[in-house]
């Protein structure tokens, strides 16, 4: 019933940036919050960033100073803002969000599909 569609992940080097975009689709009350995890190979999945409907953020220590997550309440969407790219950040990223289908109905996760991002020395 929902979907997050992800995109903009790709091969960049040292220093680049890259933009990743997650829109939101399907019966959608409201959402809260919207971020972006990250897993390299043979690592946990980690928090990278996350937003509310408020513009409330919250960054990973490693990304902040970094990495932004513009989001638009209106479009269901959001994307991350990445500088200065390290190879520490290659890994798949994934967009989340707590969706709310109805106005009494529970929050429930949803996950995008990933997109690998790849920084290379």
């Known amino acids: 019933q929902v979907q997050l569609v992800e995109s903009g992940g790709g091969l960049v080097q040292t220093g680049g940036s890259l933009r990743l975009s997650c829109a939101a689709s399907g019966t959608i009350f409201s959402i809260d919050p919207m971020g972006w995890y990250r897993q390299a190979p043979g690592k946990q999945r980690e928090l990278v960033a996350s937003v509310t409907s408020g513009g409330n953020t919250n960054y990973a220590v490693s990304v902040k100073g970094r990495f932004t997550i513009p989001r638009d309440n209106a479009k269901n969407t959001v994307n991350l803002q990445m500088n200065s790219l390290k190879p520490e950040d290659t890994a798949v990223y994934s967009c989340?969000?707590?969706?709310?289908?109805?106005?009494?109905?529970?929050?429930?996760?949803?996950w995008g599909k990933g997109t690998l991002v790849t920084v290379s020395s």
């Open positions: 989340n969000a707590g969706v709310q289908t109805s106005r009494f109905g529970f929050v429930m996760d949803y």
